[in-house]
């Protein structure tokens, strides 16, 4: 069974930072591209960042392009986000996804989210 | 980015009912489109991958046709646990990857 367990969320000020945490389960990790999906309060889905398989490719939207940053440790079955420079337009539910493949592309699983709270 | 725009924002249903729901892309995507359920408080669930391929565990009453720009979810005969949001995204070309603005099934 497929289960991916994230952590690492919380109140942080404007500026600060923030790293999230993915555990994963019940499949061969390496083999799946993951991501980051976030969520504002009352407002839709997101995307956020994702990174392949091989951990070599890394990609991001515009939005957190520079502040954050995605990683995986293959060897621990993990991936992170390391959030610095945060912002009140931030503020969201941040959800871990497993790709259907190598490559980015839609999510077939999902964890059941971290909050992230900006604010002074 | 691709755009990615679903109608219609909202609307009310009766169990039973055949529902429909269109996602349109801002230029062509051939057929790397998925849909996704969400209830309140909960993750997203995967429905449906390559515009008409239904993910494994997905009731057969969930279907989605269309490819190039215009894409649609139907749901045959709604039952009371698909009122719900539904989101269809791209994955056809990224960064960055592109959900629509979601559609809210609400009981009628």
């Known amino acids: 069974e497929v289960q991916l367990l994230e952590s690492g969320g919380g109140l942080v000020q404007p500026g600060g930072s923030l790293r999230l945490s993915c555990a994963a389960s019940?499949?061969?990790?390496?083999?799946?591209?993951m991501a980051w999906v976030r969520q504002a309060p009352g407002k839709g889905l997101e995307w956020v960042s994702a990174?392949?398989?091989?951990?070599?490719?890394?990609y991001y939207a515009d939005s957190v392009k520079g502040r954050f940053t995605i990683s995986r440790d293959n060897s621990k079955n993990s991936m992170y986000v390391q959030m610095n420079s945060l912002r009140v337009e931030d503020t969201a539910i941040y959800y871990c996804?497993?790709?259907?493949?190598?490559?980015?592309?839609?999510?077939?699983?999902w964890g059941q989210g971290t909050p992230v709270i900006v604010s002074s | 980015a691709i755009r990615m725009t679903q109608s219609p924002s909202s609307f009310s249903a009766s169990t039973g009912d055949r529902v429909t729901i269109t996602c349109r892309a801002s230029?062509?995507?051939?057929?790397?489109l998925a849909w996704y359920q969400q209830k309140p408080g909960r993750a997203p669930k995967l429905l449906i991958y390559a515009a008409s391929t239904l993910q494994s565990g997905v009731p057969s009453r969930f279907s989605g046709s269309g490819s190039g720009t215009d894409f649609t979810l139907t749901i045959s005969y709604l039952q009371s646990e698909d009122f719900a949001t539904y989101y269809c995204q791209q994955y056809y070309s990224y960064p960055p990857l592109t959900f629509g603005g979601g559609t809210k099934v609400e009981i009628k």
């Open positions: 019940g499949f061969t990790f390496s083999n799946y591209a």
């Open positions: 996804a497993k790709g259907g493949g190598d490559l980015p592309s839609f999510f077939d699983y």
């Open positions: 990174i392949c398989g091989s951990g070599r490719c890394t």
């Open positions: 230029q062509r995507i051939s057929s790397y």
